[in-house]
């Protein structure tokens, strides 16, 4: 049995499909009559749940209905996966590092298990991971609570200090550091974003094999 396991975010981490969800957030929300840009969710939300976007736009522009807002989130939904369903764009250079680790690998996300097994699905990401996919929905804990990567852990057989949870996003950093396990951020925007400290920082998919060796050694 392998000594440590890899836990790895969806969105920005493993595919690039932020952007596409930045631009199908920003319809739903302008059609719900909420200012939004694509930016808004790169820049403030990248990461977080759907329901905590909507409630912190609701609070600041305005409630709606109970009737619009229950529709919300299906109809976003909907959207999405019409046009993940086209394709979605693997993160550069991951294929070619997650070949090269020898450890068992899970997807841990905030998103819902049907986009997880989309993006596995039009990523061709699938069979590194088969069916250990975690879903923030299943669990009703969202990133950056820990327990959603304290339960993928359990759920793979590890301990926390020997989970190494891998997330581009902040809210994903914070929870894999609350839930006592080693953290590598891979950073894509160095230029606006800073590591938390307790982290590794990595730019490129291709540094991840060095960088997992060397948490390890620490550790």
Known sequence: MADYCLLFDCDGTLVDSEPLLAEVLTETF????????????????????????????????GTLSDPRRDAAMPAMRERLYARMDEGVPRIDGIFEAIKQLPYPMAVVSNGPLEKIQRSMAASGL?????????????????????????????????????????????????????AGMPVIHINRFPETETTPEGAAAITHMRELPSAIERVIKRH
Do not use: W
């Open 126 to 178: 699938g069979d590194f991971f088969g069916e250990h996919l975690y879903s923030a929905y299943e669990i009703g804990h969202h990133k950056p609570d820990p327990r959603l990567y304290q339960h993928a852990a359990r759920a793979m057989g590890f301990p926390p200090e020997r989970a190494i949870v891998i997330d581009d996003a902040a809210v994903g950093v914070d929870s894999g550091l609350m």
């Open 30 to 61: 302008n059609a719900l009559g909420f200012p939004f840009v694509p930016e808004d969710y790169m820049t403030r939300y990248r990461g977080t749940a759907f329901p905590t976007i909507l409630a912190t736009l609701e609070a600041e522009h």
